[in-house]
């Protein structure tokens, strides 16, 4: 592969595992799943995107640049990910955040400790963070600096090079079976690398699903084809795409506040210790329990972490319960 000859700065412990679950919450459709374990990582607190930043960061450096301008907003894993590992390798981050600078959340905390500069856009709309990285860089470069800048999610052709990888692991940790890969999207950047890596390899037996957590589904459809196209042609990837789909899993919109959601993660973690994030994998979990059925024989579901978000999401959980609890009493 085109993809050995790419720099990667290694952070991660892979191979991820794969493990059989037989019951991942005690309802029909969450039985009998293989579980690729991207929680796992073992670079800070893990997660998916550790494999994304292995390469990111290493493009950044073999372009001599000096900051990381970042695009995600305040409970964003990859954000507080790349802080920390560019921390590691002498670069400055300044993280673009949406909205105002109320509240707190343990991704951001965790950015500033790490050293990064945040600012926020005052606006609502999760686009205006790159259109405000966009015009930071184009002020740092005039002032004689040398961003990089990283969308959100890490989702470029490069940053899905940590996923072309993964694809060739999975492929030899199944063993020539067939499986529908089950795998939450945010921006888009897991799936398409994915999908590249699984094209230069004999994977006739996999199918991709998307699990859409944040955009509508025609919209990052397109984004995931034109990203895998040109992820594959980075990769070297001669074969054909294999059979790929998103569908819509959104729920109320991005973020936590789903009821299903929030009682499967509360069952997930009951049953069998699994954590699932609200934004994310509990929303994917979630379709996958509601339309098991409509996939072909084995599922493996592809765990990308987010444990800052769960311990978010049950912290705020907790408080407001027991702030309940005090007005019964009161």
Sequence with gaps: MA???LPRIPLGIFPTPVHHVADLAGTPGLRDLLVKRDDLTGFAWGGNKVRT???????????RSDTIVVAGGPTSNFAALLAVAAAGQGLDVVQVCY???????????????AGAQVEFTGSADRRSMDLRAGELAGRMR???RRPYVVPR???TPIGACGFAVA???????????SVSVVIPVGSGGSIAGLIAGLASVDAAGVDVVGVSVSRPVAEIEAQVAKRATECARLVGASGPLPRWRVVDGRGPGYGGGWPE???LAGALLQHSGFVADPVYNAKALLWLNDHRGELPGPVLYWSTGGALAAADELTTTAAATAAVGEEATS
């Design 261 to 263: 959601a929030d009682r």
């Design 53 to 63: 930043l292995e390469y990111v960061l290493a493009d950044a450096l073999s372009l």
């Design 142 to 144: 005039a002032e004689g």
């Design 99 to 113: 909205g105002d600078p109320r509240g707190g959340a343990a991704a951001l905390a965790l950015s500033r400790s």
């Design 153 to 155: 999610g890490g989702a």
């Design 167 to 177: 694809a060739t692991e999975l492929v030899a940790q199944l063993g020539g079976r």
């Design 3 to 5: 993809l050995a000859s």
